[in-house]
């Protein structure tokens, strides 16, 4: 266990090398993926993303944790496959139709991914019919919707009306966030949810899909 801590501070350090060298050798010392990922990469990101909601670090943090989320990743995912480790959920994460900023959408998904989603990224200028088409086909059983501009948040509207055009309203959870976007835009439009940061976004998921 005091290997995992070690693992878990690495991360909030953003160590990406440490973060290598602890995941690979917890592996030769036999402890199970999905332990490690828990007790030690999604530890630390959890813990990353209650001090980002605190301000008491910022973005380049964030994305400095994740790049050594990521270093683990890259040993760990092909264990978790191999073992029939199933995410929590499947989000299909997109910025809106005509919209082109990324930094917030990108930093959700690291931390949805950190404490683990699999995130289906359809990047940027994600029109309704994209964001219906992977919850038809990709099965994401959340949408992820982000907006930036006033003049795109009309968007994420047209979306909710396009899954319910496909019978999917309901069944596929949506959460929306992006600076401009409030609580009471998200109701206004029938969204499930709002977040206002990237970490209060995974308690949304959570709790959006019974967790
Ligand atoms: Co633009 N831009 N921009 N921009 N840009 C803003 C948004 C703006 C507020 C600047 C300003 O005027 N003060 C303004 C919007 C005004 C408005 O509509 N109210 C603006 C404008 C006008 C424009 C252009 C129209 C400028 C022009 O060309 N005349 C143009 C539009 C292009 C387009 O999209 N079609 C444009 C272009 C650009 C760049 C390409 C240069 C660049 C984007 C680069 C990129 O993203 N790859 C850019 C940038 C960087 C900004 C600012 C400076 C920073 C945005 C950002 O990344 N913030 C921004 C001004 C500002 O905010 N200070 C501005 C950091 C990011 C971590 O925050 O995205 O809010 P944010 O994400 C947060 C939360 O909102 C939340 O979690 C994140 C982390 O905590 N969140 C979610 C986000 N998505 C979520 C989804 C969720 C839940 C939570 O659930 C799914």
Redesign the pocket.
């Known amino acids: 266990m005091a290997d995992l801590k070690e693992l878990a501070s690495a991360l909030m350090r953003g160590d990406a090398p440490a973060v290598e060298k602890l995941t690979k050798q917890a592996v030769d010392a036999g402890i199970g993926p999905k332990e490690i990922l828990d007790g030690g990469l999604i530890a630390g990101m959890q813990v990353v993303g209650e001090r980002f909601k605190n301000n008491e670090i910022y973005?380049p943090e964030v994305l400095i944790a994740a790049r050594a989320m990521h270093a683990g990743m890259k040993t760990l995912e092909p264990l978790l496959v191999k073992a029939g480790v199933k995410p929590v959920g499947t989000i299909a994460?997109g910025t809106v139709r005509?919209?082109?900023?990324?930094?917030?959408?990108n930093?959700?998904s690291m931390m949805m991914r950190g404490n683990g989603f699999k995130v289906i990224d359809l990047g940027i200028d994600v029109t309704p019919q994209k964001f219906v088409e992977a919850a038809k086909d990709q099965g994401a059983n959340l949408i992820?919707?982000?907006a930036?501009?006033?003049?795109t948040m009309p968007s994420m509207k047209a979306t909710i009306d396009e899954l319910q055009r496909a019978g999917l309203l309901g069944k596929v959870k949506v959460?929306?966030?992006?600076?401009?976007v409030t609580q009471r835009y998200a109701s206004e439009i029938g969204a499930d949810g709002y977040?206002?940061?990237?970490a209060s976004?995974v308690d949304k998921a959570k709790e959006l899909i019974g967790l």
Not at 175 to 180: H, K, N, Y
Not at 195 to 198: Q, T
Request: proline fraction near 7%; glycine fraction near 16%; avoid cysteine.
């Open positions: 973005v994460m005509g919209d082109l900023h990324d930094i917030g959408k930093l959700v992820g919707m982000s930036l501009l006033t003049t959460l929306i966030g992006g600076a401009p977040a206002p940061d990237a976004a």
